[in-house]
C-alpha cells in the first residue's frame, strides 16, 4: 500500500494517486491516516497505563495530546514511536504496522523525547552530523544547523547549551532524517516563557512543510495556538478528541465569570441566576453561563445586598439577598465586586470538565 | 550499508568522547604513566640492585676473572669475603646469596683437574629476588663454561632464559595491561550504563539504528581507545623510561585484542546487572582492583598463595599480563602466547555473547 507523503513530495505526485479508492481508514484528504491505533493496551504490574486506547491522525496536521501526568500520554507515543511493545492492539505508522516492521517506520518518523539526552563529550555540529549518519537519507547538516538559529553553538559541547538551545537541537535532531511525521514530547516543559515562544514559532515551521506534528503538552494555551485536534487522554483512555473550539464547544461551552468571594454573596444562590451552570467557589467565585450579561447584571446590581454601601449593611443583609431594596442605596458606586473577570470556555476548562482534576495535578 | 554508516559514525564519536574526557584519562593512561614514574623513581631505572658474597676458597686468575664478570653485571654489586663474614651477612639479609668457590676451581677450567661445582647459598629463598640472582649467576656461570669449558656448573643452576629485564621493562606490559583492563572496563560498560540511564540508548533507538551497531559501536570505539592510550604509553615508556621490549611488536596486537575484548565483554556483564551508573561503578571498581593486585601486574603471581594463584589464573587479566610479558620481556614467539590468546578469546566470547543476550535499552 503506497503513501502519499504529506511532505513537499505531494505536489509532485500524481493526482491519480490521490483520487484512488483508499482502504477503509482514510483521512479527510483522501490518504491512509499517518496514525492508526487499534485497541491499545500496555499494563504495568495490574497497572493499565494505556487501556484500549484506539484513534487516528490524519496527514498535515498538528496533533496534540494533553493529559495528566500518569495518564498513559508517553507511553502511547513511545509504543507508536517502536520504543515499546504494547500488550495489546496494532499500530500502523504511515500504513506500516510498527510492531512488524519498526526499523521501516523509524527512517520515516522524527523522535524528540521528553528527557533529552545525547550522547557526552559532543558538539552541537557532531551530534547533528551523528544523527543525520543513523538514516539512509538525511538533511545537509549544515541546513539543519542554520534551520534551528544554531549555527553560533555549531562548536559548542551540547552540555554548555540553554534549556531553549538544547530543546531546538533536540528537535532539530528530530527532523534531521526528513521525516514525514514528527513526534514532540513536551517540548517547551521546563523553558522560560522566551524560550517556548521560539519553540512554538520553530513547531509551525514544521507545521508549514506540512509534516505531521505530534506533541504532547501539558500547556493548554500551547495546544490551542499550535494544534489542528487535540487528544486528551485520561486514565488510559481517549476522553475527547477534536479541534480546540469544537472541544470548547462541547465541552465548555458558555462564558465564565471570575470575582473575588464578597462578604455576604452567598455562591449557591447564584445557581439560580439565569442560564447557570457551575458555580465554583474557593476564595474566587467562578460562575459559568450561558447567560452572562444576565449574570453580570445581577452581580453589579447596585441593589444587591453584597454591594451596598457598609460593612454592618452588608452583613445585614445577607438573609435579604433579593429582597426589594429601595433606590437610594449604594452610594460607593461599582459596588463591592472587585477583580471581576469575563472569558469564554478554554481547553483547560474543557480538561477540567472532562477529567474532574487539574492538568498539573 | 547504512548501518555500516551508522556504526562509523557512532565509533567515531564514541573514540572522540573518550578522548575528550579527561577524568577517565587520568584514571587510566594518567595512572600508568604515574605507576612507571613511580618504579623509574624507586629504581632510579638501574635495574635489579641485587648484593652477593663470595667466598673464594680458590685464588687462581681464574677465580678472579670469575668474579670479575659476575661484578660486570649491572646492578649486581659483589664482595668477597671470609667464609664465616659471608654467611653472616647471608643470615642477616644484607645480601641475597652467597657464592662458594671451590678449591680446584681455576684447574677446571684450565681442563687440568676435575670439574668443580660452584656453590650458591640463599636464605630461606622462593623471592623473587632470589631468583633473578640465580639466573644471573647461571647465564655468568654458563657464559664462563661456554668457553669450551665443561668442566664449571653452579650447584643449584635454575633455569630460565630471562633477560636482564629492568624493573622498567617489568613495568611497561604491567601497565599495558592496566590500561587494557581499566579502559575496557570503565570506557565501555560504565560508558554503555551512562548512555542507558541518561537514556541517550532509548533517543538511538528512536532511529533506525540496531542494537547489534550500538554494541558493537562501543566495543569498537572502546578499543580504539584502549589502543590510542597504548600506544602513549609505550612511546613515553620507551622514550622517557629508557624502558626496552625484547619481543616482536606485532605479537603485541593478539594479546591487546583479545585482552581488551575481555574486558569490555565483563565490562558488558557488569552493565547487564547494574541498574545505575554509580552501581556500575561500585562493581567495576569491585572487579578492577582486585584483579589488579592479584595479576601479576606488580609482582609475579608465583609469589601468591596457591589459592589465590588459582583464582587469579582464571581471570583473564593474567593471561594478558603473562602474555604481554612474555613478549615484551622474553622475547617470546606466537607459540608461547597461544595459551593466553586462546583463553582470552574464550573469555570475549562468552561474555559479549551473554551481553548482546541481555542487553537492555533502557
Known sequence: ????????????????????????????????????????????????????????????????KPGPNGAGKTTTLEIIEGLRTPDAGSVHVLGTDVLAHPQTVKERIGVQLQATALPQFTKVREAVELFAAL??????????????????????????????QMQRLSIALALVNDPDLVFLDEPTTGLDPQARLNIWTVIEGIRQRRKTVVLTTHYMEEAERLCDRVAVIDRGRIVALDTPPRLIAEHAPGTTIEFALVPGLDPEALRALPGVERVVADGRVSVTTRSPEAVLHALLDPHAPWNRAGDADRVAGVGAAGGAGGGGGGGAGGGAIRDLLVRNGTLEDVFLSLTGRSLRE | MSSFRAFRAMAINEVRASVRNRTALIFTLGLAVLFMIIFGLLFGGSGVSVSFDAVNNDRTPEAAAYLKALTSV???????????????????????????????????????????????????????????????????????????????????????EVNQVTEMDYILPSMIAYIILFSG??????????????????????????????????????????????????????????????????????????????????????????????????????????????????????????????????????????????????????????????????????????????????
Not at chain 2, 644471573?136 to 630460565?160: E, W
Not at chain 2, 604509553?233 to 575484548?261: D, E, M, Q, R, S
Open chain 2, 185 to 362: 572496563v570503565n570506557y565501555v560498560a560504565i560508558g554503555l550504563v551512562e548512555k542507558r540511564v541518561t537514556h541517550v540508548l532509548r533517543r538511538f533507538r528512536a532511529t533506525p539504528v540496531s542494537a547489534r551497531t550500538v554494541l558493537a559501536a562501543q566495543v569498537v570505539g572502546g578499543a580504539l581507545t584502549v589502543l590510542l592510550q597504548i600506544l602513549v604509553l609505550v612511546a613515553i615508556g620507551i622514550w622517557v623510561f629508557g624502558a626496552k621490549n625484547y619481543g616482536n611488536w606485532l605479537l603485541l596486537i593478539p594479546p591487546i585484542v583479545l585482552g581488551t575484548a575481555s574486558f569490555v565483554g565483563i565490562g558488558f556483564l557488569i552493565t547487564s546487572i547494574s541498574r545505575t551508573s554509580e552501581s556500575a561503578r561500585a562493581l567495576a571498581a569491585m572487579v578492577t582492583f582486585p584483579l589488579m593486585f592479584l595479576s601479576g601486574l606488580f609482582f609475579p603471581i608465583s609469589s601468591l598463595p596457591t589459592v589465590v594463584q588459582t583464582i587469579a589464573r582464571i581471570l583473564p587479566l593474567a593471561w594478558a599480563s603473562d602474555a604481554l610479558h612474555q613478549v615484551m620481556n622474553d622475547g617470546a614467539g606466537f607459540s608461547a602466547i597461544g595459551t593466553d590468546c586462546l583463553v582470552m578469546a574464550a573469555w570475549a566470547v562468552v561474555t559479549i555473547a551473554v551481553a548482546s543476550w541481555r542487553f537492555r535499552w533502557d
Open chain 1, 1 to 64: 500500500m503506497s503513501v502519499v507523503p504529506p511532505g513537499p513530495a505531494r505536489s509532485e505526485a500524481p493526482g491519480m494517486m490521490r483520487a484512488e479508492p483508499m482502504p477503509a481508514r482514510r483521512g479527510m484528504r483522501g490518504e491512509m491516516a499517518d496514525i492508526d491505533v487499534q485497541g491499545l493496551v500496555k499494563r504495568y504490574g495490574d497497572v493499565a497505563a494505556v487501556d484500549g486506547l484506539s484513534f487516528s491522525v490524519e496527514g498535515g496536521e498538528v496533533y496534540e
Open chain 2, 74 to 160: 649491572s646492578g649486581v654489586s659483589l664482595h668477597t669475603k671470609s667464609h664465616a663474614a659471608a654467611f653472616s651477612d647471608l643470615k642477616d639479609d644484607s645480601v641475597i646469596a652467597v657464592l662458594v668457590i671451590p678449591k680446584g676451581f681455576g684447574a677446571a677450567v684450565a681442563g687440568q683437574g676435575p670439574s668443580q661445582q660452584v656453590g650458591i647459598y640463599q636464605a630461606g629463598g622462593g623471592s623473587a629476588e632470589t631468583a633473578i640472582s640465580d639466573e644471573l649467576v647461571a647465564n655468568v656461570t654458563a657464559g664462563f663454561a661456554g668457553r669450551g669449558n665443561p668442566a664449571v656448573t653452579l650447584s643449584a643452576p635454575k633455569v630460565a
Open chain 1, 135 to 164: 538514516y539512509r537519507k538525511a538533511r545537509p547538516v549544515d541546513e539543519v544547523i542554520e534551520e534551528f538559529n544554531l549555527g553560533e553553538k555549531a562548536d559548542a559541547y551540547t552540555d554548555k547549551l540553554s534549556g531553549g
